[in-house]
């Protein structure tokens, strides 16, 4: 499967712990953008990357969260000190130099914090 | 910065029925525009595209969608729905200047009832 992958599909941790999810964009692709989603609403832009670069991080939710992409091929999105209102599913979607191009994403993680 | 409004939150049809949802922008730039539809338990993909030319686009599965520039509203249709069709359903919306992030809009959920 050539498209993009993302690691776990589920993650279950306690209120306080730390967790980091790792998104595998299509290889081609130098762009990788990370969402949320909750229940009822659409993706929500959290930051992305262009090759190793993180061009915009104004949008991560809080300080607890951080994002890396450190040779310009995957990514990891740690979220630090996880509250209840974490709990969301985590898209990554990559594509290709920005123009007329799609965004392909990936089964994303859904994260339930207890 | 972008934003995306979609009208419909919840849509319930018969098969057969036509479907229209409502899609409206608002961004003074030229955008490229997206729908993604997500079948339950799967990921996000792409519906149909507009970077440019004829207004009238055509996707996977029989769907459409017009952009109507003076009303900033990119609306997707199809003539006679199926079971099959039942998911969500997410307008987006990609500047064309600047860094291209894709906005989503909160998504309309359809049901097609057999």
């Known amino acids: 499967d050539t498209g993009v992958s993302q690691d776990p599909r589920h993650k279950i941790t306690k209120r306080g712990q730390n967790v980091t999810f790792r998104c595998d964009p299509i290889s081609e692709h130098n762009r990788l953008y990370w969402y949320r989603q909750t229940l009822g609403q659409g993706p929500e832009f959290l930051t992305y990357f262009q090759n190793e670069a993180q061009l915009e991080k104004s949008r991560l939710l809080s300080d607890r969260f951080s994002a890396e992409r450190p040779k310009g091929s995957f990514s990891t999105l740690e979220i630090q000190r996880t509250e209840q209102g974490d709990s969301a599913m985590y898209l990554c979607?990559?594509?290709?130099?920005?123009?007329?191009?799609?965004?392909?994403f990936g089964q994303g993680t859904r994260l339930t914090v207890v | 910065a972008q934003s995306v409004s979609q009208h419909n939150h919840h849509v319930i049809l018969s098969e057969a029925a036509s479907l229209e949802l409502g899609c409206n922008y608002s961004?003074?730039?030229?955008?490229?525009l997206f729908w993604y539809v997500q079948y339950p338990g799967q990921h996000l993909q792409l519906l149909l595209k507009y970077f440019s030319g004829d207004p009238l686009v055509k996707g996977i599965k029989g769907f459409e969608a017009e952009f109507i520039k003076s009303k900033f509203s990119f609306n997707l249709r199809k003539p006679s729905v199926q079971w099959s069709d039942t998911a969500e359903y997410f307008c987006?919306?990609?500047?064309?200047?600047?860094?291209?992030?894709?906005?989503f809009g909160r998504g309309t959920s359809l049901i097609v009832h057999p």
């Open positions: 961004y003074g730039g030229t955008v490229n």
């Open positions: 987006a919306v990609s500047p064309l200047r600047g860094s291209y992030i894709p906005t």
């Open positions: 979607a990559s594509s290709a130099i920005p123009g007329n191009t799609e965004a392909f």
